[in-house]
């Protein structure tokens, strides 16, 4: 079974310029999670998806983070324009609803996004 | 107070040790604890979920949940240089797939 899949894996910007990470799920899950890791910290969620209609994105700031999930597969996660402070990894992550499995979150290697 | 709270080390323990690695909640709505394992450079993966109060054993690894003090807690047994990583603790709450991160936890087993 292939995993999660992101790229780009490593990204450097400058502040104020636009980025964008995709995600492939694995195959078959319908929910998909956007997460912030600031170095030292643990995950924090962005946004999740349930195929493609957004669950939760009470903590994605809406005024330069954008997700889309476009036919209930891929996603991509932008930002524009980028501030210092968003300098993380970004990981993605997918699950199949309903019983236990929900909570087997499946996460890609992420994108190391640093802007200078 | 922050919902998780969980000791960023690092520890450091010889290979053999047992090990063990907390975390403190305050929400008591929280009803779902899993524990997640990070190597350097990769994503999360899944080691152990549990619901209820009490131990729950998966080889060297054992979980335990304590809902009456908030706090959960991870034991490693015959620690190994392979289980060198970083343990995050993750909390949810009944009806919802969003889970709370602790900080983690820097775990080095030294041969």
């Known amino acids: 079974e292939a995993g999660v899949a992101q790229s780009p894996r490593y990204k450097i910007i400058e502040k104020r310029q636009s980025v964008a990470f995709w995600c492939n799920p694995i195959s078959g899950h319908a929910t998909l999670y956007w997460y912030q890791q600031i170095l030292g910290q643990g995950p924090k969620l962005l946004i999740q998806f349930q195929n493609n209609g957004v669950v939760d994105d009470s903590q994605l700031p809406k005024d330069r983070f954008s997700a889309e999930r476009l036919k209930g597969v891929d996603s991509t996660l932008k930002i524009q324009p980028a501030k210092l402070e968003d300098s993380a990894v970004y990981l993605c992550?997918?699950?199949?609803?309903?019983?236990?499995?929900?909570?087997?979150?499946?996460f890609g290697p992420g994108t190391r996004l640093t802007v200078t | 107070q922050k919902e998780v709270e969980q000791d960023p080390g690092p520890l450091s323990v010889p290979e053999g040790a047992i090990v063990s690695l907390n975390c403190t909640y305050s929400n008591s709505a929280f009803q779902y604890f899993m524990w997640y394992r990070q190597y350097s450079r990769k994503g999360p993966e899944l080691l152990m979920y549990t619901y209820s109060s009490g131990n729950k054993e998966d080889g060297r690894f054992t979980a335990q949940v304590d809902k009456s003090s908030k706090y959960i807690s991870l034991f490693i047994r015959d620690s190994q240089p392979s289980d060198s990583a970083t343990y995050l603790c993750a909390l949810s709450q009944g009806g919802s797939e969003k889970l709370v991160f602790g900080k983690g936890t820097k775990l080095t087993v030294n041969p």
């Open positions: 992550a997918s699950s199949s609803p309903g019983g236990s499995g929900r909570f087997e979150q499946y």
